[in-house]
T-cell receptor
């Protein structure tokens, strides 16, 4: 089944404890991105990647890191999480180019205490 | 900052009625997309309309685009209880995809 998977789906952690949220797609998509969703703010893009080893900042990159070593994987790293990073996170991928329809993962609900 | 802004923020209708949601954006666009999200779950792509298109249909969905007014509308005809969800527009321009805050649609059986 063609899909975008994220792990973990739920995570409660404490301030300063490094964490990684994994994202993987099995559709051979070139483009991948990370968003966070907060009430009343819609989705805001954190980082995106147009291909392996090519990443770029979105709207709200502060406090996050990403890497794209393989086409299928695009992990989101929070080196030192803070409570303002408590949010619902979505990974998404697109077939060929930026601006194609995006396929979203199921989301990761992160709480930073 | 948000590129797309949906209106209304919330809409409640009876099953069988039509639902219209509007989206306004601020800059030029390459395309505008509409997505649906069931509570707390991932977004699902509904329809994409390019900047040189004015109207597009997909099943019970009709999307219009007015680039002179920088606005788009999504019409869902003959709504069903299963259409209850949040609907987001996303404006794409120059490698940048920006979502609005969404319209929460409730369809009462």
């Amino acid at each position: 089944e063609a899909q975008v998977t994220q792990n973990p789906r739920y995570l409660i952690t404490v301030t300063g404890k490094k964490l990684t949220v994994t994202c993987s797609q099995n559709m051979n998509h070139e483009y991948m991105s990370w968003y966070r969703q907060d009430p009343g703010l819609g989705l805001r893009q954190i980082y995106y990647s147009m291909n392996v080893e090519v990443t770029d900042k979105g709207d709200v990159p502060e406090g996050y890191k990403v890497s794209r070593k393989e086409k299928r994987n695009f992990p989101l790293i929070l080196e030192s999480p803070s409570p303002n990073q408590t949010s619902l996170y979505f990974c998404a991928s697109s077939p060929v180019k930026v601006g194609d329809e995006q396929f979203f993962g199921p989301g990761t609900r992160l709480t930073v205490l | 900052s948000q590129q797309g802004e949906e209106d209304p923020q919330a809409l409640s209708i009876q099953e069988g009625e039509n639902a219209t949601m509007n989206c306004s954006y601020k800059t030029s666009i390459n395309n505008l997309q509409w997505y649906r999200q069931n509570s707390g779950r991932g977004l699902v792509h509904l329809i994409l309309i390019r900047s040189n298109e004015r109207e597009k249909h997909s099943g019970r969905l009709r999307v219009t685009l007015d680039t002179s007014k920088k606005s788009s509308s999504l019409l869902i005809t003959a709504s069903r209880a299963a259409d209850t969800a949040s609907y987001f527009c996303a404006a794409f321009w120059n490698n940048d995809m920006r979502f609005g805050a969404g319209t929460r649609l409730t369809v009462k059986p």
